[in-house]
């Protein structure tokens, strides 16, 4: 009989990559899916620890699925747990570091890390065959990146999906666990991610989101010369980097997307913008996370940037690529933030305009540089400011939407009677309200009748 397997994904589209190559291999081996928790022999939960709500969740998913074990959901059902969390707390398993001191955690019969989602099958098979509080798949540093053939079962609809092409991150931003976790930044190869593209786009996708730590360090990883020149016209000549992938991507025949997500502003080049300024397929929309504009700020957080570079990027950005849509994040609270460096942040908010921004209060992540820093502020102090920059937000989101009205856009139907445009990410910003007679999975030309806050009508 075969072995019916429960997967829960938690956190970003990087570790739904990876619940993806977990399904493709138990897919491969003969396993079942199934939504029901309570009919799986084995459940796995694929957890993130990127910041304490994060790993709030996973816990709380863990629980919840170690109860469905005790209360004999199904007689003798295994539970495994995987992913940042079993990742990050290897040394002290089976106890996690909670906002209150140490947490035990529930009964698990295998802990296995960010390099063992291609194992998962002898995993299973060690569990149902009675072993139990595993933790030798844990290995210490994470290296694995997947390959365009590596075994795939995709959980995003049909027309879009999402391609890791790269894992890890080399900067060292303060406020950050992620490398400690993901390790290292290792790029896949040109050749490698067009392979996949090309199968994607040939399977009907229309849209391929572009994924990793830090996309706009693509290549560089194997450079000789390590340290890029930002306003370098000529990354190419040092070997593969985001400009060259792009322009073998836009080779490929066939109407579809490329959106480019999580890049890092101290990598972007010249080339970089003239590139997406010209391509046919890559859409004019951006996502790269600021974090502040205070150069106090950026020195603290070790962005690698100042205001004035993070400017005169925006600047060219806009320049070079024309109608292009930003979004970004930033955080409110940082240790030592003045109120000083937090006006000089809503002023640069008010004054570029973005299109879609995230704000995040400051989490305070052990093991991170950030953690030990002088000059925490109080939650008080943080959730005002965090609130102030919700509240200008809002206001700045509803103006943009009204400058939509009237305008003719092309969006790709995501279900009937929801669209995005090349404006909204998948599960990241708004949507575009259609009408339901329009084909799921299709483009369509519609134009816009009105806006809410974060949505747009159209018709
Ligand atoms: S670029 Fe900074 S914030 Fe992003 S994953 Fe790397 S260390 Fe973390």
């Known amino acids: 009989m075969s072995v019916k397997v429960g997967l829960v994904s938690l956190g970003c589209a990087k570790n739904l990559i990876d619940s993806e190559i977990m399904i493709g291999h138990l897919a491969k081996a003969g396993m079942t899916m199934t939504p029901d928790a309570s009919e799986a022999d084995v459940v796995i939960v694929n957890t993130c620890s990127f910041i304490d709500a ?61 390099d063992q989602v291609t194992n998962i099958v002898p995993v299973i098979h060690k569990v149902m065959g009675g072993e139990a509080g595993m933790t030798e798949f844990l290995a210490k540093t994470t290296t694995f990146i ?15 999906a999402y391609i890791k092409i790269a894992e890890g991150c080399n900067h060292p931003c303060t406020f950050c666990i992620i490398p400690r976790i993901r390790g290292r930044h290792r790029s896949r190869t040109v050749e490698s991610v ?82 997406i300024g010209q391509s046919q397929h890559v859409v004019r929309y951006v996502d790269i996370p600021l974090q502040h ?12 940037t100042d205001g004035a570079y993070i400017r005169d990027l925006i600047k060219r950005m806009r320049a070079g690529i024309p109608e292009l849509v930003i979004r970004t994040t930033f955080i409110a609270g940082f240790p030592g933030e ?6 000089e942040l809503l002023g640069f908010l008010s004054e570029t305009k973005f299109d879609r921004v995230g704000v995040f209060k400051y989490s305070k992540e ?44 092309r969006v790709l139907v995501e279900r009937p009677g929801v669209a995005r445009s090349t404006g909204d990410a998948m599960e990241i910003d708004g949507v575009v309200q259609v009408p339901k007679k329009l084909l799921v999975g299709e483009f369509a030309e519609v134009t816009v009748t ?8 159209a018709k």
């Open 146 to 160: 997947p390959d365009f053939d590596t075994p795939r079962f995709r959980l995003t609809p049909k027309h879009s």
């Open 366 to 409: 052990e093991g991170t540089r950030g953690a030990k820093m002088e000059g925490h502020l109080s939650d008080e102090v943080k959730t005002e400011r965090h609130g102030r920059a919700m509240l200008l937000l809002q206001k700045l989101s509803k103006e943009r939407g009204e400058r939509f009205v009237g305008k003719k856009l």
């Open 54 to 114: 994060s790993k709030h969740e996973a816990l709380e998913a863990i629980y919840e699925m170690s109860d469905g074990k005790a209360t004999a959901r199904k007689k003798g059902q295994k539970l495994i747990v995987a992913g940042c969390m079993s990742q990050r707390y290897q040394g002290t398993i089976p106890t996690v570091e909670g906002a209150k001191g140490r947490i035990e955690l529930p009964k698990v019969d295998a802990f296995i890390g960010l």
């Open 293 to 304: 504009i205070s150069d106090r700020m950026l020195g603290a957080m070790q962005r690698e």
């Open 450 to 457: 009105g806006a809410s806050e974060y949505d747009l009508i």
């Open 338 to 343: 003045t109120e000083e460096d937090f006006t």
């Open 194 to 275: 067009v392979k996949e593209a090309r199968q994607l786009v040939a399977e009907g996708v229309k849209e391929i989101n572009l994924i990793s730590q830090d996309t706009t360090y693509f290549g560089m990883d194997r450079w000789t010369d390590a340290r890029p020149n930002p306003r370098s016209k000529v990354d190419s000549t040092k070997g593969e980097s985001l400009a060259s992938l792009l322009r073998e991507l836009d080779k490929i025949e066939g109407d579809f997307w490329i959106r480019l997500l999580y890049t890092h502003p101290a990598h972007w080049s010249d080339e970089l913008i003239e590139t």
